[in-house]
């Protein structure tokens, strides 16, 4: 067993840390108001080589796999979380080309999308459906060569940006869900105005709307009828760094709350030193931290191994659920910390918390998370832990 | 254009405390970081090999640590390091320092061929003299420009845009040549995970006293007719002289009184 990282995963981090202090901070502010991350700030960060993590050098990443991957996400979100979720639905478009691409497609997008080319998203919420992608009513129908494509996304993360778009539409053909890769921005693809959400501003999500959209049948990701798995697979992944980016949360909302307590004083002497009960909110809030650190990186070592998609998606979800849930109470205790200051944008803890709000509610509710282990756990001979 | 960089490793002094009992710098424990000015200067030539083409070398006199510092620079533009480490040359002041240096300038090309311009950070932040650049510059009895905040590379010159008291000015320099940077209008490059990967693995050849040609009685401390005798942070005198009068010009008066009578102003 080894807790400490290697060379390549403390590289990885110290790198992000890096960017994150150096380029991100500079950019809270405009985030915050434009509610987008500024081509700049992702051109940097592409360039400090964080979107290649996980790829091999031969796609120009650097092949340090999904610990280093989460350590990079988490330095990250602990200064700005918008930034590390538009990151990683990012990687998570990339990693579903890597995972179930032609080689033409591969050598397509990945490349470029490592390098910070563009911006990509995935598409398969809908207003009928979130957690039951099996419900899926955005019609692909097939026309020659191509299909066209009909209907209404939902929350789509970095929609408006110029880049490619991995959407799940029911195709004429199959009467199943096929993914399709194809440019956004283009005839017929519009987008809402962003929805107005408590936290994550900065990466502001959108409805898409479908219009008659034309696509090569060379867009298909996969085969016809093979959407459903690649979507399950493409959402393991992006959950594994969504529990990454909550504990960068955490990470930023204890460093506050330990400062405040260090620094607020109460005649002559510091809050921390004087009040039983703040010492007791800064150790829950450590181990709480610490624990959905260790639990991420376990995760994020269980997901390089994909020889069993079903452990590993039983893996994200009991993760997911746990690190969602304990992300907001952790954040709320150390606003508590902070007292009437937590509540004012003062000392940031409220913009942290306001982030964390939306964990146990995206990529996967906490209860079907939990349900889907449970399922696991109980229906096969795989313990699981 | 063939480049060189001198830096040197300093303490990070935004980390430096000041030990209340003797009044002195504590250094141990603060992180060693690259200077300052020696980044900015780093950070120039590497706009000017992205522009230009060329190889940056980077060069630090120091004991075996300030390796580290070396690859930090690799990181960020550097292509190639050495180091400069010799027990002979410990406790060199500036005027020793940039003999070292200047001679280690001649081994280097050597092997890497004539420089076109030797680059050094305007001065440390530890020592604050400014004088080891200026001072290579004379050793090897080359054209200098100092306070450079950018410059362009030409055949056979540099332009260099210089700070002034006033702004700046525009000179045009042939080279080889020595450039001191100040504070740039642009900051540092990042480091990217694969630099930080490629400076890791990359061997720093360490020159000593026996790999160049110098007199070893212009190093060390031997050579170096001036010696930090003490530092210390000097005692802010809380007491001052309040002047309060009628008004605004009677006031002027009396402080100008107080002034010419301390010889700050020399003009009645």
Not at chain 1, 266 to 292: T, Y
């Amino acid at each position: 067993m080894e807790f400490k990282l290697n060379e390549l995963q403390q590289m990885a981090q110290d790198t992000a840390r890096e960017i994150a202090t150096k380029e991100v901070a500079k950019y809270i502010d405009i985030i915050e108001e434009t509610r987008s991350v500024p081509k700049e700030l992702f051109g940097a960060i592409a360039d400090a080589g964080i979107l290649g993590i996980p790829f091999t050098e031969e796609l120009g990443g650097i092949d340090a796999g999904y610990i280093a991957m989460v350590c990079a996400y988490e330095e990250i979100a602990k200064v700005c979380p918008s930034v590390s979720v538009s990151l990683l639905v990012c990687v998570s478009f990339l990693e579903a080309v890597k995972n179930y691409g032609t080689k033409e497609q591969i050598e397509k997008y990945v490349p470029a999308g490592i390098q910070g080319d563009f911006r990509g998203s995935l598409a398969f919420t809908e207003p009928g459906t979130g957690s039951d992608p099996k419900q899926i009513q955005t019609t692909a129908k097939k026309d020659g060569e191509y299909y066209v494509l009909n209907g209404t996304k939902r929350f789509i993360t970095n929609a408006t940006y110029e880049g490619p778009i991995l959407l799940f539409a029911r195709d004429s053909e199959t009467q199943s869900i096929t993914a399709f890769v194809f440019d956004k921005l283009g005839e017929g693809y519009s987008t809402s105005t962003p929805w107005d959400a408590v936290g994550m501003r900065g990466s502001a999500i959108y409805d898409v709307f479908l219009d008659n959209v034309r696509v090569h049948e060379s867009c298909i990701l996969g085969r016809p009828g093979d959407g459903f798995p690649i979507l399950l697979g493409t959402v393991a992944h992006s959950k594994v760094a969504l529990c990454a980016t909550f504990v960068g949360t955490m990470a930023a909302c204890y460093e506050l709350a330990v400062k405040y307590a260090k620094e607020k004083m109460h005649r002559d002497k510091s809050i921390g030193l004087k009040f039983p009960s703040i010492q007791l909110k800064i150790a829950q809030i450590a181990a709480k931290l610490e624990s959905a650190r260790l639990l991420t990186r376990r995760l994020a070592e269980e997901s390089d191994d994909r020889s069993n998609i079903e452990h590993m998606k039983a893996w994200v979800g009991m993760v997911k659920a746990y690190v969602s849930d304990i992300s907001v109470e952790t954040n709320l205790l150390a606003m508590n910390v902070l007292g009437a200051y937590g509540v004012t944008d003062e000392y940031r803890v409220e913009r942290f918390l306001r982030d964390s709000l939306i964990a146990p509610h995206i990529e996967g509710v906490s209860d079907l998370q939990r349900i889907i282990a449970g399922s696991y756990i109980l229906g096969t001979d795989d313990p699981l832990v | 254009m063939n480049m060189l960089i001198c830096i040197k490793q300093v303490p990070d002094t935004t980390e430096i405390k000041i030990d209340p009992v003797t009044n002195t710098l504590i250094r141990a424990g603060v992180p060693s970081i690259v200077n300052t000015f020696d980044t900015y200067a780093l950070e120039l030539a590497a706009r000017i090999k992205d522009i230009s083409g060329g190889r940056i070398i980077v060069m630090t006199m120091g004991p075996e640590q300030a390796k580290n510092a070396l690859r930090q620079c690799l990181e960020v533009g550097g292509d190639k390091a050495y180091l400069v480490s010799d027990r002979a040359f410990g406790g060199s002041d500036t005027l020793a320092t940039s003999y070292i240096l200047s001679r280690a300038i001649h081994a280097i090309e050597e092997r890497e061929g004539k420089f076109d311009i030797i680059f050094c950070g305007k001065q440390a932040i530890d020592g604050d003299t400014a004088q080891v650049g200026p001072e290579i510059a004379e050793h090897l009895d080359y054209p200098q420009v100092t306070y450079a905040i950018g410059a362009t590379a030409g055949d056979g010159e540099v332009e260099v845009k210089r700070e002034t008291e006033d702004g700046f000015e525009v000179l045009a320099v042939p080279t080889p040549c020595v450039i001191t940077v100040t504070k740039t209008p642009f900051e540092p490059r990042n480091p990217s995970i694969k630099s930080k990967m490629a400076a890791k693995k990359a061997e720093l050849p360490t020159l000593t006293a026996q790999d160049f040609t110098l007199d070893l009685t212009k190093a060390g401390l031997k050579g170096s007719p001036t010696k930090v005798k003490r530092t210390f942070t000097p005692q802010v005198n809380k007491e001052g002289i309040i002047i309060r009068e009628e008004n605004g010009a009677v006031a002027a008066g009396k402080l100008y009184e107080v002034l010419f009578s301390k010889n700050l102003v020399h003009v009645r």
